[in-house]
């Protein structure tokens, strides 16, 4: 409720003043600690850059749990479609057994399959609360950075196609590995980057920036923590199997 709250003052600049937990507790200590490094670094661009790095480091944790959970679910699938196709029966009882099998299965394995939930709702609201302070300080909107102002569209739209081929590229990334794709993630993986183009060349450049910085960051860090998976699903690796 707290973020669906701040939703609706997208359009409102964040100040002292600003009312409300999600207001006073999220955007406005991310935008102090934004402004803090903008006059320590004399460049908002910078600011965001710096800051943007700070909180993926604050819930690299997170996402390491989330990747390493949905590793081991992803290797459990195959037995558990095994168990599907051994109770297929869609009576209440046949149900009740797959059921308790597929527990069987997640505690033989020692996977908890909410755990990959618990760190995506931990750090949706940080950034989200990220973006609302880049989008709602007045002083970002007013500065520039290389060759964009931070408050308006990129002019020659190069961010936002930056964000996302890099955008593409992390959720490759992550997807590598898993023998088990369903047709719904493989729509995602061009359907999401296509999203984030289109956002990014309607919001401000500092967004696409925000953007940009953010997936690096994670295609670094899925590279470090899934590499033998991007190795083993390389076309080199393919084709070395063949």
């Not at 004399?42 to 819930?59: E, K, N, Q």
């Not at 196709?85 to 009740?96: I, R």
């Not at 196609?161 to 593409?168: E, L, N, V, Y």
């Not at 696409?208 to 690096?216: E, F």
């Amino acid at each position: 409720m707290t973020v669906l709250a701040g939703c609706t003052e997208i359009n409102q600049p964040i100040t002292a003043d600003s009312k409300g937990f999600w207001n006073e507790y999220v955007v406005y200590p991310l935008s102090m600690v934004i402004v803090y490094f903008a006059n320590l670094l004399g460049s908002y661009g910078f600011a965001i850059v710096i800051v943007t790095i700070l909180i993926r480091l604050l819930i690299l944790p997170l996402m390491v749990k989330q990747m390493k959970n949905t590793k081991a679910m992803q290797v459990l699938q195959p037995e558990m479609q095994k168990l599907k196709e051994k109770y297929s029966s869609k009576d209440a009882k046949t149900q009740q057994k797959l059921q308790q099998e597929t527990m069987q299965l997640f505690q033989k394995y020692n996977v908890n399959p909410l755990a990959g939930c618990f760190p995506i709702l931990i750090q949706m609201p940080i950034l989200i609360g990220i973006f609302h302070a880049i989008t709602r300080t007045e002083e970002i909107a007013n500065n520039s950075f290389l060759w964009f102002d931070l408050g308006s569209r990129d002019p020659y739209f190069a961010l936002p196609i930056i964000a996302g081929i890099t955008t593409f590229i992390q959720q490759k990334m992550m997807m590598a590995g898993n023998a088990n794709q369903n047709p719904q993630m493989a729509m995602l993986l061009w359907l999401m980057p296509i999203m984030i183009v289109v956002f990014a060349i309607n919001f401000p450049a500092a967004l696409s920036l925000y953007w940009v910085v953010g997936n690096i960051f994670m295609i670094v860090q899925t590279y470090f923590i899934k590499g033998p998976d991007l190795k083993a699903s390389s076309p080199a690796s393919q084709g070395a199997k063949k």
